[in-house]
């Protein structure tokens, strides 16, 4: 059974998705960045050794990074799962896992890299919006693509309600992404690119707003 290292920064919903999906695999510690994250209580009530690595004992982005990388290493995962770890991190410490550090993005990347992607949806007026989770490379928020959900943008949507309706998405593919690397249905190969390996593949489309009725 493989093993999984989780990585948070705050609320945690993410965090709680996977620890309550039957993932094939051992989630050996939870690390955050902040010792205030509500994901750690959630975390500890479910008896997952947790951690806190802070920028604020670290004089740059490269130390905290090596401090983040020698608690990981201490648990020897095969996969580290970024679950709303809000630091941007060194090619350094990418470099070290490529291929096993997959992080959840709040849009249908490459749309909307970064922060705000709900508010940048709805400015926008685009009509479909949704979640992804890829592989982690040095080019921030646009790595190689595992798994996509895409939810309609309603004309009343604010910020809130659109995030909501992502969200509930967030929480349903990353627990799958998990899975499949888990149980070796989903790799990054030597040129970069994601292998999906007997997973099947529906012929399924949102469009929004529907098509009408015409028969
Ligand atoms: C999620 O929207 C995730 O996509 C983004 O940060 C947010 C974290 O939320 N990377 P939570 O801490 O998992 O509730």
Known sequence: MKNIVIIISGRGSNLQALLNASLECRVR???????????????????IPCSVVSPHDHPDRASFDAALALEIDRHDPDFVVLAGFM?????????RYLGRLINIH???????????????ALQDGVKIHGCTVHFVTPDLDHGPIIIQAAVPVLSRDTEQTLGERVLREEHRIYPQAVRWLC??????????????????????SLISPSLEDIT
């Open 29 to 47: 510690t939870v690390i955050s960045s902040r010792a205030d994250a509500a994901g750690l209580v959630f975390a500890k009530e479910k008896g």
């Open 87 to 95: 630091r941007i991190l060194t090619e350094a410490f990418v470099m």
């Open 106 to 120: 709040p849009s249908l990347l490459p749309a909307y890299p970064g922060m705000h992607t709900h508010a940048k």
């Open 183 to 204: 149980t070796g249905k989903v790799r990054l190969d030597e040129n970069g690119k994601v292998i999906h390996d007997g997973i099947r593949t529906e012929d399924s």
